[in-house]
């Protein structure tokens, strides 16, 4: 991580104050996958990049909800039934993404989560990137 990077919390604090929709992108480098962050095609508010990826459960575009990074795989497992198998498997950082079509943590279904699994996770900004107030965390338990 450079001192250009983001915080994960003011990551989450701009998705929490607009809409931002998460796509593929060009990886700026090899072995890394990358999501450009942007609103309906337009904008390019931050980046995620992962290298070393250990496992990838994210469509190719997705409106975000809310997001949680961590690294109790055992919370992860208990999310979904199809990542039950993570519990002893995986020990890299954790992104969890909740759509915007689940209005909660606990209320989302299966098909409204999205899982990147890595050793290193970095968010950088691009040139759209505005700086908002950060959140308080609300982690699901």
């Not at 809409?19 to 095609?41: C, G, H, T």
């Not at 199809?82 to 079509?101: E, F």
């Amino acid at each position: 991580m450079t001192d250009a990077d983001l915080s994960f919390d003011s990551v989450r604090a701009l998705c929490a104050a607009r809409e931002v929709d998460l796509v593929l992108a060009a990886p700026p480098a090899p072995y890394v996958v990358s999501w450009r962050a942007q609103f309906s095609d337009h904008g390019h508010f931050f980046s995620i990049l992962a290298q070393d990826v250990e496992y990838l459960d994210v469509p190719g575009g997705l409106t975000v909800g809310d997001l949680w990074l961590t690294t109790d795989v055992d919370a992860v497992s208990a999310m979904t039934p199809r990542w039950s198998m993570l519990r002893g498997l995986y020990s890299g950082a954790m992104l969890v993404i909740r759509t915007a079509d689940a209005a909660d943590w606990r209320g989302a279904r299966p098909q409204d989560l999205g899982l990147i699994v890595a050793n290193t996770l970095v968010f950088r900004p691009g040139p759209d990137w505005q700086v908002v107030p950060p959140v308080r965390a609300h982690p699901v338990r």
